[in-house]
């Protein structure tokens, strides 16, 4: 489901409390932070996501917390109804990240605060992970050095393409010289994790096209990539283009030639798959320089998502904020949960999205995640070099193959029958 289409769901408490069963198992598998930051310059034209232009707010930015300039005091508002909501359970946060949006338009003083009053409310674990995203002309050397003295330890450029036509489809304003400059300042600044990210299948992006986008991006050294096909969502200004035939839609063959050829360049400089689009560098150990707060939502761990939009998941309970940012700031400031609605996962439910989320996986899926028709599809799929069977410590795991990452909806209509 795309970030700004908000599911029905059932009513939120206005106070947002969840049930004892859902506080019971926080922190089971992991707990982090997603802070949304709802603001950007410009809008790109494939862009689903829940985001907003001054000009879209208006002159004022409405309520108290929908401006840039107060925004961070609205986040951090939620962030300490979060600690009341879980109570005194003792939660270390293991990861925070920072996305949006353009989160970097907030400032470091602003980022630095939001971190630091998760850190007081919760604490932060000894290794956590706090990333923020970044658009490579959103961010100067001093700015890198602030984030990296507050307490961020990654970065994620989004670098999209080094070509000048696809970029300008894309709706990106960044020079793509820019992205090699702001990797080499973050080198300075001492991060030692960057993610670059990537979108392949743009209207008019040959495979040649390709070719130097990722070339480029290995020339920076990052430690992760991130590669998407684009996809053409309803709603935005890139959809209403294909619909009135200015640009055709991606081809799905053409698609997976740009995977395979993403996957082949990254392996060779020493970064190897380990969810079906990300990219981490370590040929025999890349744990290192994956991005553990993305493989909190992969394994069905729980965080808190601050902002006008941003859904949570704790012990079992789903629930997601108002989209507006006014909106959001209105609740804040009166003191109530900003969540929209919600739903309680049954067993059946959680057990589907871990076959969903972790098929996607190099760790793979225990195989007794799966139910007894599902069980009964695995020799099938093995048999088509769909999948792979792993036998380890812990059991038996089903892992996609090359093949089968291509095909990954396929593979997973045949387990969830």
Known sequence: MSPSALPPGEPAPEDGSLPASALARVGERGFGFYVHVPFCTVRCGYCDFNTYTAEELGPAGGAPGASRATYAEAAIAEVRRARQVLGDTDLPVNTVFFGGGTPTLLGPADLGAVLAAIGAEFGLADDVEVTTEANPDSVALWDLEELRAAGFTRLSFGMQSAVDHVLRVLDRTHDPLRVPAVVDWARQAGFEQISLDLIYGTPGESVADWDVSVEAALACGPEHVSAYSLIVEEGTALARRVKRGELPMPDEDDLADKYL????????????????????????????????????????????????????????????????????????AAGRSPAHAREVLDEESRRVERVLLELRLRDGLPVEVLDESGRAAVPDLVARDLITELATDDGHRLVPTRRGRLLADAVVRDLLP
Do not use: M, Q
């Open 261 to 332: 050829l993403v996957d082949d360049r990254l392996a060779a400089a020493g970064l190897e798959w380990y969810e079906v689009s990300n990219w981490a560098r370590g040929r025999d150990d890349n744990t290192a320089s994956r991005c553990r707060h993305n493989l909190l939502y992969w394994t069905g761990g729980d965080w808190w998502g601050v902002g006008p939009g941003a859904h949570s998941h704790v012990g079992g309970v789903r629930w997601w904020n108002v989209k507006h940012p006014a909106a959001y700031a209105e609740r804040i």
